[in-house]
């Protein structure tokens, strides 16, 4: 275990569903990632949160919506997603924002239907 | 634009001979790399790194390379276990910003 934890692990939901990812880190890391990966692509960056402030926004449709409330969680609050967001969706941690390596959770598996 | 990409997108081995997965970065100045392990049903696992300031870094049963007149990385699995199949991504940093580039990743299967 990497102690990056997301939960759910699987999620199935209509396009008028409105749902939440989680994600906790056991690290006492102080950057938080959400990646999104869909088949056949490389990882693409979404969010980036450090001590709690989003430093990032990677172009994200705002029906994404992340949330970090404190250092060791973070949210992904999705609403009315469309079928080609369907993907992995990948939480990551670091001590920081520089150059440190990202330690990644085992991923929610989302399905738009 | 800049990607990062990976040569063999399938890559199968005989358990206990040595695997070499490739990478082809295209960042001149990008001057950190990793390599990820990503198993079936789970999220990258960090394998090894490497500076620009390397050609070459070894840890348990794993080495990578960094060829930067190329722009090429490898990593070198030994004695290939059932274990080490998996997808192998790189990723490359540039300076100045905290943001990887990941490539699509290689499937290495192990056979038996």
């Known amino acids: 275990e990497t102690g990056v934890t997301q939960t759910p692990r699987h999620l199935v939901m209509g396009m008028t569903n409105k749902k939440s990812l989680k994600c906790e880190q056991h690290?006492?890391?102080?950057?938080m990632y959400w990646y999104k990966q869909s088949a056949k692509k490389p990882l693409e960056l979404m969010f980036v949160?450090?001590?709690?402030?989003?430093?990032e926004n990677n172009s994200v449709p705002s029906r994404f919506s992340p949330e970090c409330p404190n250092s060791s969680h973070l949210f992904l609050h999705l609403h009315t997603l469309q079928p080609e967001d369907s993907a992995l969706y990948l939480c990551?941690?670091?001590?920081?924002?520089?150059?440190?390596?990202?330690?990644f959770g085992p991923g929610t598996r989302l399905l738009v239907l | 634009g800049e990607s990062v990409g990976l040569h063999l997108p399938t890559l199968s081995v005989q358990e206990g001979d040595n695997s070499i997965i490739n990478c082809a970065y295209s960042?001149?100045?990008?001057?950190?790399f990793i390599w990820y392990k990503q198993e079936s049903g789970k999220g990258p696992q960090f394998i090894i790194d490497?500076?620009?300031?390397?050609d070459k870094r070894q840890g348990q049963r794993v080495t990578v390379l960094l060829n930067k007149t190329v722009k090429h990385l490898s990593l070198q699995i030994a004695a290939t276990q059932p274990g080490d199949s998996a997808v192998y991504f790189c990723?490359?940093?540039?300076?100045?910003?905290?943001?990887?580039?990941f490539g699509t990743g290689t499937r290495l299967k192990v056979l038996a």
């Open positions: 990551a941690s670091s001590q920081g924002q520089g150059r440190e390596t990202q330690y």
């Open positions: 490497i500076r620009s300031n390397m």
């Open positions: 949160y450090s001590l709690e402030e989003r430093v």
């Open positions: 690290l006492g890391h102080n950057a």
């Open positions: 960042n001149s100045a990008s001057d950190y």
């Open positions: 990723a490359e940093n540039p300076p100045g910003t905290y943001k990887y580039i």
